[in-house]
């Protein structure tokens, strides 16, 4: 796989409190000037958001994807085991830092196999799947908003801008309650992959995300467009790319 990764965040938070997975490798930064592009043989990826405006968000986004890291799961079943434990870490991490209590994290995710795919979020952070000239979302988000919408209530576009989009109804917490993952199997027909955070998905119109997946180069088309936009809330995702694949 190739895959373009960047992380920074943006132009009015004081910290970046996302992390990005890469396989083995937990990957957090304050500022990246331009995406970077690796060629890897991984197999897992995600994207994690701390909670911004709680406690230790980029502790909570840190040690959630570092859990994963380290027991690389494969499946559903063991997807949720290490969830639950890094859910704990963050319990432990909260007994021995009392200041740190409400700290938690969204994440979204995906295990590459050869024949499909296993989506995953918990949260607000997206999964996309590049289809002909268009991004389809495949995860689902843990929201009000998204609620709204599964009923019919409002339209998918109204969402993005919804003064209650923030509001989640799933994260992982450093506390004792319950969290709710969403899973999705997908077939691998080798088409790119697009993980992000809310802080990405919220700046882009249904109508620039289509300009993007019909650009020859979608992630320079990406970043120009970033550049000239608020980034009110750090900002990252991850770009898989098949090689050999078309873009």
Known sequence: MRVWFFTHRGKVRQRNEDALLVGREVIRKELMEEPMCIDT????????????????GDVASYEVLNVLAQEQPRDEKSLLNALW????????????H????????????????????????????RVYVK????????????????????????????????????????AI?????????????????????????DGFWEEFSKEEMKLFASSKDPIKTV???????????????LYIEHLGSPS
């Open 173 to 197: 917490l450093g506390d004792e309650s319950d969290f709710e993952l969403y899973t999705k199997r997908i077939p691998n027909l080798g088409k790119p992959i697009l993980l992000c955070s």
């Open 98 to 125: 009392p200041s740190a209590l409400g700290l938690g994290t969204a994440l979204a995710g995906v295990i590459l196999k050869d024949e499909e795919n296993l989506i995953f979020s918990v949260g607000d952070c």
């Open 41 to 56: 043989e991984e197999r897992l990826f995600a994207v994690a958001d701390g909670l911004g405006g709680h406690a230790r």
């Open 131 to 170: 289809d002909e000239e268009e991004f389809l979302k495949v995860s689902r988000d843990h929201t009000l908003v998204e609620d709204l919408v599964i009923a019919g209530r409002i339209k998918e576009e109204d969402a993005r801008l919804h003064p209650r989009r923030h509001v989640l109804t799933s």
């Open 223 to 237: 970043f120009e467009k970033l550049e000239s936009k608020a980034q009110r809330d750090n900002v990252s995702f």
């Open 85 to 96: 434990k890094a859910k704990e870490h963050l319990l432990d991490y909260v007994r021995k």
